[in-house]
């Protein structure tokens, strides 16, 4: 039953997703592909879960996932590759939200990961639909399929996987279950000494001992009596005890792809509309000149780098940076900060938004022409505008963080807490 359930989602939402990426082709419908391939060796996976039991350690569990992490991670390599894209937020919805799949290796609650994936992905899904939405039907049609199958695959989740992914145990005539684990090493020997103290007395039997227990106050007379010099409060030496548990030295085989990935060169570059800043560290002096318009600076994994923008384009992007800074006139669109951390940026003109998105830590300057810009935050922190006063100083405003929601029959109503501290 529950095969049959993944199998509607494959053939319902899924596949509206399948048929409308093939309709507005290009990149969207080759990552499709890697996408069709994933739930097909997900239902797979389920296939087997079905019909043995759990392996017995980790090692027997890494082979069967590694199908489903493979395609995961294609697919969000295609992504990276195709980071001059015009469609690019489309790449995005399916990559940021794609591993959702792995909630087979998640426990005990898989179905609200589904759902952290699935609101990941709709950041860059509102964004197709933001651009479409009076162009061209078959780009919102193509996220809302993709979303409602991640909605149905939660829903799936959580009804019959609940704890986590259920494993079946062995059943008559089917495969053979896997090897048992190896057998415990024995018990250390007992030093050789006087050992007739761990002897039980077989004349004490269970009434001898509620007999003791039953004594009332005179249970305490065999206490023993803690002198000054035994109280750790009044004795420093006392508290001393062993070590911390520190761990081992990690295998790197263990080690995520992630962290073994090795610094990329330095990338400066206009490709067509797009400007490309990537992976610059410690540049104080990264200058775009002669752009257009209509063109787009995009900054990616820079590090303590800052990058001025002359003249007037159509928006600036400034992803996965750390400790960087983005100068810019004007805008005509957006900038636009995404997985960073302690960045600045200061407008010279007019910036009519300002995103901020999982970032920790941004600074926001801005001038008169800028003061009526719209700032979207969602999941970030450490937010600050410094507005200029009549003096010439910059007047710093944090922008909140913590919300109050009542609940009503009505609906909800959310207000803004200020932090005392």
Request: hydrophobic fraction near 35%.
């Amino acid at each position: 039953m529950s095969l049959q359930v993944f199998s509607d989602i494959v053939a319902g939402p899924l596949a509206q997703y399948l048929a409308l990426s093939s309709k507005i082709g290009g990149d969207v419908a080759e990552q499709a592909g890697f996408v069709k391939n994933a739930f097909d060796v997900q239902r797979q996976f389920l296939e087997l879960a079905g019909s043995r039991s759990k392996p017995a350690s980790q090692n027997e569990m890494i082979p069967l996932l590694q199908p489903t992490s493979t395609l995961i991670i294609s697919i969000q390599e295609h992504r990276e590759k195709k980071r001059a894209s015009p469609q690019f937020n489309h790449l995005s919805t399916i990559s940021e939200s794609i591993p959702a799949l792995g909630w087979v290796a998640v426990s005990p609650a898989p179905s609200p990961f589904v759902k952290e994936m699935k609101d990941a992905g709709l950041f860059y899904g509102n964004r197709v639909i933001k651009d479409f939405k009076d162009r061209d039907r078959t780009h919102v049609d193509w996220v809302n399929s993709w979303i409602q199958t991640l909605v149905e695959l939660q829903d799936f989740v959580k009804k019959h996987h609940t704890t986590g992914l259920e494993w079946q145990p062995m059943r008559a005539g089917g495969a053979p279950p896997p090897p048992p684990a190896a057998m415990p090493p024995p018990p250390p020997v007992l030093p050789e000494g006087d050992l007739s103290s761990l002897a039980l007395d077989p004349s004490k039997d269970r009434s001898a001992l509620f007999a003791e227990i039953n004594q009332g106050e005179n249970i305490t007379r065999s206490l023993k009596k803690v002198t000054s010099n035994m109280q750790t409060h009044k004795n420093p030496s006392l508290r001393t005890g062993p070590a911390p548990f520190t761990t081992g030295v990690s295998n790197s085989s263990s080690v995520s792809p992630a962290a073994q990935a090795v610094d990329k060169p330095p990338k400066f570059t206009r490709d067509g509309k797009k400007w490309l800043v990537e992976y610059q560290k410690g540049n104080k002096n990264l200058v775009v000149e002669g752009a257009e318009m209509n063109n787009v600076v995009y900054m990616f994994k820079c590090v303590d780098s800052t990058l001025i923008v002359k003249g007037k384009i159509n928006s600036i992007v400034m992803d996965s940076c750390k400790k960087s800074a983005v100068v810019f006139d004007s805008l005509v669109s957006s900038v636009e900060f995404v997985n960073c951390q302690s960045v600045q940026m200061q407008v010279n003109g007019i910036v009519p938004t300002i995103t901020i998105d999982k970032t920790d830590g941004c600074q926001m300057y801005l001038n008169d022409q800028s003061l009526n810009v719209e700032i979207v935050s969602s999941k970030s922190s450490e937010m600050n505008v410094l507005i200029p006063s009549a003096s010439g100083d910059y007047v710093e405003h944090a922008i909140p963080e913590q919300y109050k929601t009542k609940v009503s029959k009505s609906g909800l109503t959310t207000t803004v807490v200020e932090s005392l501290g």
